[in-house]
């Protein structure tokens, strides 16, 4: 772990999850390898939730945090919880989208406080950004990109609303999503986009 976390290699935060989650391993044997290690944590490493939720949002790796690590976060959430693991309830249970954006931002200075994943305050914070987009706009298919980025700069996550905006849709292009404007019928609704992914 201390290794994911100081290495200078690239990707080398990834191996943290990869443990956990990645099936390439040993694809005939992940399936009692990665449950073996979400068991350890769960019976007597519950702090280690963290740096598994860091990890999965540092890559990318949105759809295992929902699947696999969230069920865990929350049949433990009795033994163990801090602002990693409500920003994904807030999220993904309650899909309370400006109480996630406060507790990104929260998450973001956690990191910055946190010895192992101090270098990557920064990182976890777009990133968590990124996954409040792609959670949001999966489920209303279009969204307002402007108010959204309001929101982002008015949180203080990203200086500007036009750097906002220009960051969330490099983001959502990165991840291969798809932004297709919809027809303005008024000029506020120039920053629609149906999001395609």
């Known amino acids: 772990m201390v290794y994911s976390f100081t290495s200078k290699q690239p990707n080398a935060v990834s191996l943290f999850a990869q443990l956990f989650t990645d099936k390439t391993l040993m694809p ?3 399936t009692s390898i990665s449950q073996s290690y979400l068991n350890v944590v769960q019976v007597k490493c519950q702090h280690l939730i963290r740096y598994l939720i860091a ?3 540092m890559t990318g790796n949105f759809e295992t945090l929902q699947e696999h690590i969230l069920p865990i976060v ?3 959430k009795s033994k163990y919880s801090d602002v990693s693991t409500i920003f994904l309830q ?9 109480a996630a954006l406060g507790l990104a931002k929260d998450f973001g200075k956690l990191a910055n406080e946190d010895l192992l994943l101090k270098g990557f305050s920064n990182e976890i914070l777009s990133q968590s950004v990124v996954l409040i987009f792609q959670v949001k ?3 209303y298919r279009s969204v307002n990109i402007k ?10 996550i990203i200086k500007g609303e036009e750097e906002a905006r220009t960051r969330l849709e490099e983001s959502l292009k ?3 999503f798809h932004l297709e404007p919809l027809e303005a019928t008024t000029p ?10």
Request: proline residues 2%.
């Open 137 to 139: 706009s999966r489920i």
């Open 55 to 57: 990890s999965l949002i």
């Open 28 to 30: 005939d044997k992940v």
């Open 188 to 197: 506020e609704s120039k920053h629609y986009y149906k999001v395609l992914g």
């Open 174 to 176: 990165k991840e291969g």
């Open 74 to 76: 929350i049949q433990e």
């Open 90 to 98: 807030t999220l993904f249970e309650d899909f309370d989208f400006p």
């Open 147 to 156: 108010e959204l980025a309001t929101e982002v700069a008015s949180a203080g």
